[in-house]
């Protein structure tokens, strides 16, 4: 892959809650304001949620992990770079359960976020792309997962995070906050 093409993926983005909620109304797209992010990092610096380190807002933001989200944006390939044997895009650290949509052909599905994954888009890609990339609710999911094959024994937290392939940390543990 050109250096240079990697670059193209840090700019334009966009997002949306689908759907619509809390965070953006119903085919709303907010402006990603840098990249690689969070929708957390997005809504706080949007000032469409409040603060989840101060005081009791992290119980004010539950809802953002339960929802699912859309990223998008578009980026031109040269004739030359149109050309190359291969056209391969790389994702590395996808929030576990998301599918990626290249001009209208799902790409990529995943379900580990401990996994960086390398696609070939020779066949999807034109001078012209939109990149979407939907994430289905990690903890939403995870309950899914647990009710089709049990409850696991843990000490503290929601059960079912044992069931994704997710940072551990982010569904809260003794020294930090539940954020999915």
Same mark, same amino acid.
């Given at each position: 892959?050109?250096?240079?093409?990697?670059?193209?993926?840090?700019?334009?983005?966009?997002?949306?809650?689908?759907?619509?909620?809390?965070?953006?109304?119903?085919?709303?797209?907010?402006?990603?304001?840098?990249?690689?992010?969070?929708?957390?990092?997005?809504?706080?610096?949007?000032?469409?949620?409040?603060?989840?380190?101060?005081?009791?807002?992290?119980?004010?933001?539950?809802?953002?992990?339960?929802?699912?989200?859309?990223?998008?944006? +578009?980026?031109?390939? $040269?004739?030359? !770079? /149109?050309?190359?044997?291969?056209?391969?895009?790389?994702?590395? *650290?996808? %929030?576990?359960?998301?599918?990626?949509?290249?001009?209208?052909?799902?790409?990529?599905?995943?379900?580990?976020?401990?996994?960086?994954?390398?696609?070939?888009?020779? +066949?999807?890609?034109? $001078?012209?792309? !939109? /990149?979407?990339?939907?994430?289905?609710?990690?903890?939403?999911? *995870?309950? %899914?997962?647990?009710?089709?094959?049990?409850?696991?024994?843990?000490?503290?937290?929601?059960?079912?995070?044992?069931?994704?392939?997710?940072?551990?940390?982010?569904?809260?543990?003794?020294?930090?906050?539940?954020? /999915?």
């Amino acid at each position: 892959m050109i250096s240079s093409f990697n670059t193209r993926f840090l700019e334009d983005w966009s997002f949306t809650q689908v759907g619509g909620g809390e965070g953006t109304g119903d085919g709303e797209w907010l402006p990603v304001h840098q990249f690689p992010t969070t929708v957390h990092v997005e809504l706080l610096h949007l000032k469409r949620i409040p603060d989840p380190f101060v005081g009791l807002h992290e119980w004010d933001v539950q809802w953002i992990g339960e929802s699912q989200w859309t990223f998008k944006t +578009s980026f031109k390939l $040269s004739d030359g !770079e /149109l050309a190359a044997p291969h056209i391969d895009l790389v994702f590395e *650290g996808l %929030d576990t359960f998301a599918s990626i949509i290249l001009n209208g052909t799902t790409i990529l599905e995943t379900a580990n976020q401990f996994v960086e994954y390398r696609v070939d888009v020779k +066949s999807s890609a034109k $001078s012209e792309n !939109e /990149l979407v990339v939907n994430f289905d609710s990690a903890f939403m999911r *995870g309950r %899914d997962l647990e009710k089709e094959h049990g409850k696991l024994a843990l000490w503290n937290g929601d059960s079912s995070r044992l069931h994704v392939r997710k940072a551990q940390y982010n569904y809260g543990w003794d020294w930090g906050m539940s954020l /999915l």
